[in-house]
């Protein structure tokens, strides 16, 4: 495929993004027509990305493009320019709702073997694995990442400051993490002094080896990691903690992220599950197994799947986990109504969103009757949990107050599928005890070995030299740009931060990089301590991440700072050459969807995606010379402004102004600034008669957008709503329809 040097890529996601993107996209391919900018729609919906992986059940008039695999072609070249919106990183039972909601509207695919017995079914179920878990952003990741709140915002934050609950200084709330056999402590980490290949062995009894992942390359100064985390010592941690959390009347949650960590985390949550319901799992082992019960995808698939048994059975099992359930401490809880708790699905709590909103929140969430209370916060790997500890600690000593604090941005590690991250293909649970090995497929020389038992999780990850000067490079140009403090979060004792600082250092050494003051290293505690007495000062500092904290610290920030971090500036300028522009740095918001249904209000905020497109818009012009997009662009940046000034976002509220009204005012915003700049006059012309008739139309516009709140609306579907329905229901008022289609 060519592309065209003024062509931007707009992704087409899922849930909330995807519906505000059926009422942005055509406001957006209007405005970017008189540049000659071509925006182009690329479907990377988890039910686009369902049938183009089995495209060959389809029939022919059902075949849709894998635009997945089209971006990640076009990701090397250097003129490449995406808006990239957040996407489902689908849980298994979220998949094997996208498959069922897919053959419900007729595509033929198959159902997800859960036990495959003939080889067509491994083959079906190895390709529906590649759909579970963070793999879009993975993909289109070649680059690090910018993450930063942009001044207008900030500035508008602090003139309107969200409400963030006071901590009581007395708060029970804490983190609890392992203090041996995790991630953390078992680390082993090397930087390789040449390019080789790599197979991850098992050796067991009695010299037998069971070949794990056959080949990985590696490229010379890239830092390779081992490490293993022990079941035996999870399961002991989470017994006692589920004993301590009972005894001091704490409310237990659990924190993981089973979307980017789509291998470790959900058997790290199936063990959390096992440990709390153990009676009942060793009561009803038999039962389970034979029901294929498979605990990791959480308790409400164990619900399902209990269902078909005789009404005593399952009686009897409902009131062995009743028991559990009263003999132990409460579970936070997802979704009082509907009584889902923390443990239901993988996915229902993510850390990075999950922390933030507790810390928020006073340290409290809510237990099943919808009280708010004080939480054991259980991390188990204590790799980056103690974090979270030292901002607790923070937290009972001083006041948040977002009208005074200052910002935290962050340059985070992340290309080539840097660290954890990437490291889904290198993550195995243990089948039998015995010595997990790294071995260089040339010589058979063993780089790191480790003695693991039955159940531990072993991973391997990778970073590699280029990303990693890549990211240094980033860091020290935003250093030199803003003159803010800029801090390397590293601890010099965990062997893969040590190698990293060992790089660090000697790149500081050869490029002679002495004059800029303001950048340091810190261990993760200090750069924590560091960074909140600044924050609560006002002053602003730059966090330099690898890729978890990168993905921690750009929730937790901007949802201190603003209350949600939708409305972050998210640039990642690849390893190419080329932009990719990530809308806000949250997720896709199903809790929006289902008021969205229920009340036809929509109040997902497009800011990351109006912010997204000023970047994408100047990056054009920086990279074409194209002067028409960068008045687009800077005329934008005015209309957010004004957006903002006039407070005109989503309200969570119904009947209020929702995103189709937000987006509607940003559409006269944009055109005005644009009818009344002085550089070209060919726009002038263009948007004067267009906001004209809006500004005449203003009121009718508005009527019409208000008028279909309050009811349920139907969009024939979930994961694939239906074309017409969607569009009538993003794109509700005729009037300004009639107007858009007049441009
Ligand atoms: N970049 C990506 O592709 C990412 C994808 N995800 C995926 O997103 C899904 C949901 O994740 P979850 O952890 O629930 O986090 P979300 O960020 O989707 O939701 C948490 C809450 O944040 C608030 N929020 C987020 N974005 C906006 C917005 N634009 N406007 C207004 N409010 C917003 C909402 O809270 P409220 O309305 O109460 O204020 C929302 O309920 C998962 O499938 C996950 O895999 C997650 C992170 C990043
Ligand atoms: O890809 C995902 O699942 C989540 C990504 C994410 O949370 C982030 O990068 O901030
Ligand atoms: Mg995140």
């Given at each position: ?14 849930e909330a993004p995807m519906l505000a993107t059926y009422s942005l996209f055509p406001i957006i391919k209007k405005f970017t027509k008189p540049a000659a900018i071509e925006i182009i729609s690329s479907n990377i919906s988890i039910a686009a990305r369902t049938l183009s ?691």
């Open positions: 495929m060519t592309i065209n040097r003024s062509t931007i890529f707009y992704t087409l996601t899922d992986k089995f495209s060959s059940y389809l029939r022919e008039d059902q075949k849709i493009s894998d635009d997945l695999y089209k971006l990640s072609q076009l990701i090397i070249k250097p003129y490449i320019n995406i808006i990239k919106l957040p996407n489902i990183s689908a849980s298994l039972p979220q998949l094997i709702n996208v498959i069922s909601e897919l053959q419900l509207h007729g595509y033929k695919i198959p159902d997800f073997p859960e036990n495959p017995k003939t080889e067509k079914e491994k083959l079906i179920k190895i390709k529906y694995s590649q759909l579970i878990g963070s793999v879009v952003n993975p993909i289109l990741r070649e680059g690090n990442s910018d993450r930063r709140i942009p001044v207008s915002i900030k500035n508008h934050a602090r003139k309107n400051p969200y409400y963030i609950k006071k901590w009581s200084p007395n708060s029970k709330t804490h983190v609890s993490c392992m203090n041996k056999g995790d991630f953390y402590a078992n680390e082993k980490s090397i930087t390789l002094n040449k390019s080789c290949n790599i197979r991850m062995e098992l050796l067991y009894s009695n010299k037998k080896i069971l070949i794990l992942n056959k080949k990985i390359s590696l490229l010379k100064d890239e830092i390779l990691d081992s490490s293993f985390l022990s079941k035996k010592l999870l399961c002991d941690f989470y017994e006692n903690q589920i004993k301590h959390a009972h005894k001091n009347d704490l409310l237990l949650s659990l924190h993981l992220k089973s979307t980017m960590m789509k291998k470790s985390d959900p058997i790290i949550f199936g063990y959390a599950i096992k440990t709390f319901y153990k009676n009942v799992f060793i009561k009803h082992e038999k039962i389970f197994k034979k029901l294929n019960i498979n605990i990791n995808n959480g308790l409400s698939s164990l619900f399902n799947k209990i269902k078909i048994l005789p009404k005593n059975k399952y009686e009897e099992i409902m009131y062995d986990i009743k028991k559990c359930n009263i003999n132990g401490p409460s579970f936070a809880m997802v979704d009082i109504k509907k009584g889902i708790s923390n443990l239901h699905a993988p996915n229902h709590i993510i850390i990075d969103s999950s922390m933030a909103t507790m810390i928020r929140n006073g340290g409290k969430m809510w237990d099943k009757i919808g009280n708010e209370k004080e939480t054991k916060a259980l991390i188990p790997d204590s790799t980056f949990a103690k974090i979270y500890q030292e901002i607790i600690n923070f937290c009972k000593k001083n006041n948040l107050d977002p009208s005074i604090m200052g910002t935290v941005q962050n340059i985070g590690l992340m290309a080539q599928k840097s660290e954890e991250y990437g490291s889904h293909d290198k993550t195995f649970k243990i089948p039998y005890d015995g010595i997990a090995r790294i071995v260089d497929i040339y010589n058979n020389d063993v780089l790191i070995e480790q003695h693991v038992k039955k159940g531990d999780i072993w991973r391997v990850c990778q970073t590699k030299d280029e990303s990693i000067k890549n990211w240094i490079i980033l860091a020290i140009n935003r250093a030199k740009q803003t003159n803010i403090p800029t801090i390397f979060w590293l601890d010099t004792k965990r062997p893969h931060e040590f190698e990293i600082i060992k790089k660090i250092r000697s790149f500081f050494k050869k490029y002679n990089i002495k004059d800029i003051k303001n950048i340091q290293i810190m261990s993760k505690i200090d750069a924590m301590n560091f960074t909140l007495k600044r924050l609560i000062n006002g002053q602003d500092t730059i966090s330099v991440t690898g890729n978890v904290l990168r993905d921690y610290l750009t929730d937790l920030f901007p949802i201190l700072e603003l209350g949600t971090s939708s409305k972050m500036l998210s640039i990642i300028p690849l390893l190419s050459g080329g932009s990719l522009f990530e809308t806000g740095s949250g997720g896709s918001a199903p809790k929006h969807v289902e008021q969205f249904l229920r009340e036809n209000h929509l109040r997902w905020d497009s800011l990351g995606e109006f912010l997204a497109l000023l970047s994408s818009l100047e990056c054009l012009f920086i990279k074409t010379n194209n002067k028409k997009a960068n008045i687009l662009s800077k005329t934008l940046e005015i209309a957010i402004n004004k957006l903002l000034d006039y407070n005109k976002l989503p309200s969570p509220i119904v009947n209020e102004l929702d995103t189709r009204e937000s987006q509607f005012y940003l559409t006269i915003y944009w055109a005005q600034a644009l009818i009344t700049q002085k550089l070209d006059k060919d726009l002038n012309y263009f948007f004067t008669p267009f906001f004209n008739a809006l500004m005449k139309n203003q009121n009718k516009i508005i009527k019409e957008f208000k008028d279909i709140q309050g009811k349920s609306v139907n969009i024939g579907g979930y994961f694939m709503p239906i074309n017409k329905l969607i569009n009538n229901a993003m794109r509700p008022s005729k009037t300004f329809n009639k107007l858009l289609n007049l441009i």
